[in-house]
């Protein structure tokens, strides 16, 4: 059964067990930060944990890796 979470202000579907980065790429969101210089697009690059490219937080938390982090029912995440 599926819940959702709020990522900036967007519900997302998410499957029990599945990471926000994981929920953030079936919803169709590739990027979701940019680059301090040039402004490049980042989202999920490694998706293991090693790059800090898919930095989000989730309820208020400092920075974490959106695919090391499991979604949890009623978890509000912000980008950027």
Known sequence: MTFHITIDGRPVPVVPGQTIGAALHAAGVRSWRSTRFGGRPRGLFCGIGVCFD?????NG???E????????????VTTS
């Open 61 to 63: 938390r400092a920075p």
């Open 54 to 58: 898919c930095l989000i937080s989730v």
């Open 65 to 76: 890796r959106a695919c090391l982090v499991e979604a949890a029912p009623g978890d509000e």
